[in-house]
């Protein structure tokens, strides 16, 4: 039983930081349409 938790721990982790660099991301592709935008 032990085991399995500290899997899922593990993977929700992983998912956590995926979707952070997604929307660090998307943020990052908003900021530069911004930018050429403005140019």
Same mark, same amino acid.
């Given at each position: ?8 721990? @593990?993977?929700? &982790? ?9 929307? @660090? ?7 530069? &349409? ?6």
């Amino acid at each position: 039983k032990r085991n399995i938790k500290v899997l899922y721990y @593990h993977t929700i &982790l992983r998912v956590q930081k995926e979707s952070l660099k997604r929307i @660090h991301m998307k943020k990052m592709l908003n900021y530069f &349409l911004i930018l050429i935008m403005r140019n």
